[in-house]
């Protein structure tokens, strides 16, 4: 597996300006558009501790703010040995907007597993069941 790719990277510099003064883990996230945009996002914590949002669903919100709508990958970086994966809130939210997504998991060195979204969430809750 390569140690990096463009997305990762930006993954990568964007857990830079995580907010996160109480857990001290901090995740960065990319998120690539079908026109090859990628919009990035890291975790935001504040002192209500429940009202944090994850990098993935910042880098989601902010691409769909600009307008974004069709979305390829999303490459997600932390500073630990084992991946972070999404989190349960994350998938739902990427599933809906993002669909079956290519999601890339990745620390500050090496990219260590490369998974669909569909898997991370099977049997998912979404509009077509409304
Ligand atoms: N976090 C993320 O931003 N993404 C993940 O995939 C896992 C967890 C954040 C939420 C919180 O700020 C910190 O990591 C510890 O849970």
């Given at each position: 597996m390569p140690?990096?790719?463009?997305?990762?990277?930006?993954?990568?510099?964007?857990?830079?300006?995580?907010?996160?003064?109480y857990s001290h883990f901090k995740v960065g996230a990319a998120l690539e558009t079908s026109?090859?945009?990628?919009?990035s996002g890291c975790n935001v914590e504040n002192a209500t501790y429940g009202l944090t949002v994850c990098a993935e669903r910042v880098a989601m919100f902010k691409a769909l703010s600009d307008g974004h709508r069709t979305f390829t990958?999303?490459?997600i970086v932390a500073d630990t040995a084992d991946p972070t994966p999404p989190c349960g809130a994350c998938r739902q939210i990427l599933w809906e907007f993002g669909g079956d997504l290519e999601v890339?998991?990745?620390?500050?060195?090496?990219?260590?597993?490369?998974?669909?979204?569909?898997?991370?969430?099977?049997?998912?809750?979404?509009?077509?069941?409304?």
């Open positions: 140690a990096s790719d463009a997305l990762v990277e930006h993954a990568r510099r964007a857990r830079e300006y995580a907010v996160a003064d026109d090859g945009t990628v919009i990958r999303i490459a890339v998991l990745a620390n500050l060195t090496d990219v260590k597993g490369t998974h669909r979204l569909k898997d991370l969430l099977p049997l998912p809750f979404d509009a077509r069941l409304l």
